[in-house]
């Protein structure tokens, strides 16, 4: 639990797998289970007001199918939404309020889908999981998929023609976009593309640490210049090549991006319960208020309350969709 005297500002996070492990082992539980990295205790602990659970389909249970896309909006529903006591998080309007409600009772979740493998070609499969609450896509995982190329795609290729109608439907609907792990080619399209700002929910600064799943310089800008936001995640080996990773080692990232003009775009996605090794000291969510204290020795209160929450939040309250007016 919170420690006397420690520091606790409200947090937004952008992306965890809490949701994938729990599909896959049904034994799994939100509440009290340490086989999770997030669990409704640890949200608490760490002063998680909102937390953003990505949908993801493991390569290893197969041909992705939109079936198990539904399984895990059920857990979230029943699982984490009802058991934990989230309220889940849709529209603008909510988004609007939660500077002011982040601290008070139970806290919100926002889905997410971390590749669009699982809608299977099929947009009206889309429709339906935006219907159900998910706000923004992930276009693919680290490989092709029917819609675009990912990260780790050898051909860096754009997007497909289907993918350009999915981007296309995304624009119309509110639906928000994600780059974390798509192609260099893919994201420069996007930004084309794209009629809202786009998001990088779980990315590093490549010039800090030369993996491909972090953004390039040039990548940044233009997720800045687009009043985008960068997710800073607590991957060890996106944030820095040596064996053992500490906070300190975020701050690199934290002031690169800075220098190119991102103070105001910068917020942070752990990518808790999607590894299986931690930053010492940032093992799941409840040390939020300890890794805040290390970011107040450094910055300014003002810069550490947007980086942990008001970033995320503005970003929210501009681009998520409007509630439909009730006749």
């Given at each position: 639990m919170q420690e006397q005297g420690q520091i606790h500002f409200p947090v937004v996070d952008f992306h965890c797998d809490a949701l994938s492990k729990m599909a896959e082992e049904p034994s799994i539980h939100f509440k009290g289970d340490h086989r999770l990295d997030v669990t409704g205790e640890r949200l608490l602990e760490g002063g998680v007001g909102l937390q953003c659970f990505a949908i993801y389909l493991s390569q290893k249970w197969g041909k992705p199918r939109f079936e198990q896309v539904l399984r895990q909006i059920e857990k979230f529903r029943g699982g984490v939404a009802n058991t934990g006591g989230?309220?889940?998080?849709?529209?603008?309007?909510?988004?609007?309020?939660?500077?002011?409600?982040?601290?008070?009772?139970?806290?919100w979740g926002m889905l997410s889908l971390e590749g669009a493998d699982g809608l299977e070609g099929n947009l009206f499969?889309?429709?339906?999981?935006?219907?159900?609450?998910?706000?923004?896509?992930?276009?693919?995982?680290?490989?092709?998929?029917?819609?675009?190329?990912?990260?780790?795609?050898?051909?860096?290729?754009?997007?497909?023609?289907?993918?350009?109608?999915?981007?296309?439907?995304?624009?119309?609907?509110?639906?928000?976009?994600?780059?974390?792990?798509?192609?260099?080619?893919?994201?420069?399209?996007?930004?084309?593309?794209?009629?809202?700002?786009?998001?990088?929910?779980?990315?590093?600064?490549?010039?800090?640490?030369?993996?491909?799943?972090?953004?390039?310089?040039?990548?940044?800008?233009?997720?800045?210049?687009?009043?985008?936001r960068m997710g800073l995640t607590f991957v060890p080996w996106f944030v820095t090549d040596r064996k053992e990773v500490v906070p300190e080692d975020l701050l690199r990232h934290i002031e690169h991006v800075c220098t190119l003009g991102g103070e105001?775009?910068?917020?942070?996605?752990?990518?808790?319960?999607?590894?299986?090794?931690w930053i010492k000291g940032l093992e799941h969510p409840g040390h939020y208020p300890s890794f805040a204290e290390l970011l107040l020795r450094h910055y300014s209160e003002e810069s550490v309350k947007g980086w942990l929450h008001g970033n995320a939040v503005i970003y929210l309250a501009s681009n998520l969709p409007s509630a439909p007016k009730v006749e």
């Open positions: 989230l309220r889940p998080l849709r529209w603008r309007e909510e988004a609007a309020g939660l500077a002011g409600v982040l601290n008070d009772g139970p806290g499969y889309a429709e339906l999981i935006f219907e159900l609450g998910v706000r923004f896509l992930g276009l693919t995982w680290n490989y092709a998929n029917w819609a675009a190329d990912g990260v780790l795609e050898k051909r860096n290729g754009g997007f497909t023609e289907k993918g350009r109608e999915l981007v296309e439907w995304c624009n119309g609907s509110g639906m928000l976009l994600d780059v974390s792990h798509l192609s260099e080619a893919g994201f420069w399209e996007l930004a084309e593309l794209s009629k809202r700002p786009i998001i990088a929910s779980h990315s590093n600064a490549r010039s800090i640490c030369a993996h491909p799943r972090n953004l390039t310089d040039d990548q940044i800008r233009a997720v800045i210049g687009m009043d985008g105001k775009h910068l917020m942070f996605g752990s990518d808790f319960d999607g590894i299986d090794s």
